[in-house]
């Protein structure tokens, strides 16, 4: 059942339509660009040298999130309402010129962002990017197949 489902999104635009959703609603918090600037991080300080080692590390990280887990949801609710307030990446100052370049200082040169160590990088999903994508997904899911959902008895 589950090849005949993957087929049927291949077949159409269900795959290539829930791709283009996640992508864009983790653009539009930053998160791409945190992940970007984290990888960058692991491998300026040496504490990644293989691509097997920057795999886990991310891994690591979208589990846990910044310090360990031990942080709460609340850079996600920032990062969200930035986006939302028209702030696009979500991850810019604003300055008296308009944006920067996703630094603190404003010159964007060489990745020159405003984390300074690895175990500040939050990249838990941001809840915006999994709810629109759980949306699009069961939208193209109605598409290729009936969905029937059983309630379980209340005891």
Not at 64 to 87: K, M
Not at 122 to 137: F, H, I, K, T
Request: hydrophobic share 30%; glycine share 12%; charged share 30%.
């Amino acid at each position: 059942m589950r090849n005949d489902i993957y087929s049927a999104l291949l077949s159409g635009s269900g795959i290539r339509t829930i791709e283009a959703t996640l992508e864009h609603e983790l653009q539009a918090t930053g998160w791409i660009a945190d992940l970007k600037a984290y990888i960058t991080q692991l491998l300026r300080s040496g504490e990644c040298t293989t691509v097997a080692e920057l795999n886990a590390k991310v891994r690591e990280k979208i589990k846990l999130g910044a310090d360990g887990g031990a942080a709460e949801a609340e850079g996600n609710r920032s990062r969200e309402n930035e986006s939302e307030n028209g702030n696009e990446s979500g991850n810019e100052k604003a300055n008296g010129n308009g944006l920067t370049n996703g630094t603190s200082n404003g010159n964007g040169i060489n990745g020159n962002g405003t984390h300074t160590s690895t175990s500040e990088f939050d990249l838990r999903l941001p809840e915006r990017a999994v709810r629109e994508g759980v949306r699009v997904v069961r939208r193209e899911l109605d598409k290729v197949c009936e969905i029937t959902v059983v309630e379980a008895d209340d005891k």
